[in-house]
T-cell receptor
Framework: GAVVSQHPSRVICKSGTSVKIECRSL??????MFWYRQFPKQSLMLMAT?????????EQGVEKDKFLINHASLTLSTLTVTSAHPEDSSFYIC??????????FGPGTRLTVL | RKEVEQDPGPFNVPEGATVAFNCTYS??????FFWYRQDCRKEPKLLMS???SGNEDGRFTAQLNRASQYISLLIRDSKLSDSATYLC?????????????FGQGTILTVHP
């Protein structure tokens, strides 16, 4: 299967700082990338969908000004958590797809905000 | 009602046992269905897609009943390595095609 990488795999930051997470498709062109988060003992929740070269669309309840998504190329999308707070601590996972049916997931980024 | 609802579990079975997971979904426009497995603190990995005619992959059998909006996964001859959380996943369909909705997951532990 296709490979998606995420960086960093783990980040600890102070409250109020911003954190950028990168998602890269290594061997395919991801026309669409999705960002999910997973809180402990809960399932993945879709946060936003981004198509290369256009603005991301956010799910209901997800603040677009807080979670900035950029999908500038077919192999890279970034998620920036601005002014992070402890309640933003979560497991953030991206996925990429060439078509709309099969998504390839990155290994996730574990964010801890102190 | 949750969009995708799974057996609460957890399931704790001995090696060699057969175990079945059930899942229902609420969006009748959904067109694609999957089972993923997720190991602790890892990303979900696709186990198998689920087709209307039912499909089998080795020890795993998936069934779909569109009329009842019901999906199942059967694991035969359980192995220790099958221990994981199993996620029922539905492609939303319609104008949201491509967006996946995950069930809350069912934890399976296979013991010696």
């Amino acid at each position: 299967g296709a490979v998606v990488s995420q960086h960093p795999s783990r980040v600890i930051c102070k409250s109020g700082t911003s954190v950028k997470i990168e998602c890269r498709s290594l061997d395919f062109q991801a026309t669409t990338m999705f960002w999910y988060r997973q809180f402990p003992k809960q399932s993945l929740m879709l946060m936003a969908t981004s198509n290369e070269g256009s603005k991301a669309t956010y799910e209901q309840g997800v603040e677009k000004d807080k979670f900035l998504i950029n999908h500038a190329s077919l192999t890279l999308s970034t998620l920036t958590v601005t002014s992070a707070h402890p309640e933003d601590s979560s497991f953030y996972i991206c996925s990429g797809t060439e078509s709309t049916d099969t998504q390839y997931f990155g290994p996730g980024t574990r964010l801890t905000v102190l | 009602r949750k969009e995708v609802e799974q057996d609460p579990g957890p399931f704790n079975v001995p090696e060699g046992a057969t175990v079945a997971f059930n899942c229902t979904y609420s969006n009748s426009a959904s067109q694609s269905f999957f089972w993923y497995r997720q190991d602790c603190r890892k990303e979900p990995k696709l186990l198998m897609s689920v087709y209307s005619s039912g499909n089998e992959d080795g020890r795993f059998t998936a069934q779909l009943n569109r009329a009842s909006q019901y999906i199942s996964l059967l694991i035969r001859d359980s192995k220790l390595s099958d221990s994981a959380t199993y996620l029922c996943v539905v492609n939303r369909g319609g104008t949201s095609y491509g967006k996946l909705t995950f069930g809350q997951g069912t934890i399976l532990t296979v013991h010696p």
